[in-house]
């Protein structure tokens, strides 16, 4: 009897652990050639900027839970040498043939429709948002409801000064205050960081360090010269220009007519067989960094 009753509560308990699963004013223009670090010129620009769901499933079985192996969240990273180019991390396998979308200066009045624009078509993108503009309790819902959507959010400073032109501590000001800003809103603080003007500072690449973003430039833009304030040049000259390549980051803004050529930029690029990259899969942090908090 008591081999029976061991043999019911064996099976009883086999049964129950199988089924435990479970966009203020400003001059925004780009420079259209490279820029150094450093640099007086704040024109903003088209060229190359060549600058220094996984579900969990319960188990009572720990020796499983120990022996799964640890998947990487990152699969690409921003090239050093440009800090613009998205490239595969050596050592994953990951498709090259990508292209990342990134919109600067928001949320100012088109954001959260470019948003809406960008989840009909299944694209991720970055946000980068000038702290200035979420100040305001409509512009915190704004951010919250682009965030909401899913889509990752970068610091463009407070209120896009040239960073080379201002002292350090208003540089630290600049980021930091942004930063929290973000933080207060969505409950993260930002991954990414872009400079206006693509213009980086010894001491805004130590700040940027330090508190986990990655710098990130562009590799091309045209949203706000005289000749692309429509959608269909627009469209035609993002998909088209001969600075595509693999690993392109793409620069726009919280413009209108930004905001009716998205569709087009996104179905020509995926024409020409490129994969928008998810920004989640975009390292932030240095390989150095990454290695420490893991023996944490």
């Known amino acids: 009897m008591k081999r029976t009753l061991a043999t019911l509560f064996l099976a009883s308990s086999l049964i129950l652990t199988a089924c435990d699963t479970s966009d203020a004013e400003y001059d925004t223009d780009e420079q259209t050639e490279p820029i150094e670090d450093n640099s007086d010129d704040t024109s903003e620009g088209s060229a190359d900027m060549n600058e220094d769901n996984d579900t969990n499933e319960d188990t009572d079985d720990e020796d499983e839970l120990i022996d799964e192996p640890e998947e990487s969240s990152y699969l690409y990273e921003v090239n050093e040498n440009d800090i613009a180019t998205i490239q595969v991390i050596e050592g994953e396998e990951a498709n090259e043939r990508v292209a990342l979308l990134t919109y600067d200066d928001a949320p100012d009045n088109y954001a959260v429709d470019i948003a809406e624009v960008l989840v009909e078509n299944d694209a991720p993108a970055i946000f980068f948002v000038n702290g ?96 692309y304030m429509e959608a269909e040049p627009l469209a035609d000259i993002m998909v088209n220009t001969e600075l595509l390549r693999p690993g392109a980051n793409l620069l726009m803004h919280d413009r209108s007519w930004t905001l009716e050529a998205t569709p087009q930029i996104i179905e020509g690029l995926r024409e020409k067989e490129y994969e928008l990259v998810d920004p989640d899969l975009i390292r932030s942090v240095t390989p150095e960094q990454s290695e420490s908090e893991e023996t944490d």
Do not use: C
């Open 132 to 227: 200035m503009f979420i100040e305001s309790e409509e512009g915190q819902a704004m951010l919250r409801e682009i965030h909401e959507m899913g889509f990752a959010i970068g610091n463009h400073t407070h209120t896009h000064q040239s960073l080379p032109s201002l002292s350090e501590e208003e540089q630290t000001e600049e980021i930091m205050k942004t930063s929290d800003l973000i933080e207060e809103i969505i409950g993260e603080r930002p991954r990414f960081f872009r400079a206006p003007f693509g213009q980086n500072t010894d001491h805004v690449k130590e700040l940027v360090k330090e508190d986990g973003m990655v710098l990130m430039n562009w590799t091309y833009g045209y949203d706000w010269e005289s000749g």
